[in-house]
């Protein structure tokens, strides 16, 4: 069993709410930065399913089969199970002993502050009725960081705000108690913020989403829909990439052809339609992977379980370390 590495450079924590499978935006987010530094990190993995609780409370049926389907995408994307244990947060007490400690180390004026519960409440339409766990979601974030002394967090920008919490409790506990928890930094992506195809955040509730494991014909639908820039209208008219959503898939899936693209936009040599059919070639050609990896392991559901079983183990083992640490430096118990 594998605990601190002495091969790699820290540790890091990273973690999504079990939504099912994933979409374009999740990848650029954060996964893909997950991917990259497997080998660099000891990466865990975990599955935020306390987290869909602080805003989905009434309905838990489908949490069960959103974390398999989120697991297998994780996997399809290249995280390496033996490398990066990956497993689900309810599993592991110890978040919730952590939580409910670090829940006195932080004012509730601090938390009304957060500008991601702000937008979700305002979202939500929850102004008049959030609730005492909602508002503590980033605390639960940082019981989750820093239970396993992580180093670096690697997610999508709305999260920022989340670990700039996670770092604020970090140093009043090693200022209170003596040091125990490493100050974590944040490590975002260069598209952290994917558009969906009608521009706006790409975001399940705003049906702008494509999955990772989209069938062909599907891609292609939706990038034909895809928003471009209103002001031109048929071949010959002169575009402007720039806020062209169908441009920015290009930017980040076809690196290769981008500079050609967006010049022949510009000139008006190239039109919206073929300018959408060949991006649907890249990410129909990118994605292929991640339908064989989903199809290969809806026959194998087994397999997935134990992964999770597997990956709670090891994380199980460093997070009743740290509690212990935890216990001995405030000298409960
Ligand atoms: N809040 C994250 C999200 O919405 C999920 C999450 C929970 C997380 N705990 C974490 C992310 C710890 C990074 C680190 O997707």
Known sequence: MKVADKNKKGRILSGMRPT???????YTGALENWVKLQKEYENFHLVADWHVLTTNYENTRN???????????WIGAGIDPEESPMFIQS???EHAELHLIFSMLVTLNRLERNPTVK???KELHLEEKVSYGHLGYPVLQAADILIYKANLVPVGEDQKPHVEITREIARRFNNLHGEVFPIPEVKLTEFSRLPGTDGKRMSKSLGNIILLT???AEIERKIMSAITDP????LGDPGRPEICVVYTYHSKFN???RDEIAADCRSGALGCVECKKRLSKKLIDFMEPFRENR?????????IKDILLQGEKRAREIAVKTMNDVHKTMNLG
């Open 231 to 234: 002001q031109k209208i048929k």
């Open 119 to 121: 937008e979700q409440i």
């Open 295 to 303: 199809a290969y392991f809806l026959e194998h559901l087994d397999e």
């Open 214 to 216: 989209d069938e062909p």
């Open 255 to 257: 690196t290769e052809e």
């Open 63 to 73: 949490i069960a089969n959103d974390t398999i389907d989120m697991v297998i995408d």
């Open 20 to 26: 099912g499978r994933l979409h374009f935006g999740n």
């Open 91 to 93: 599993k592991i007490k």
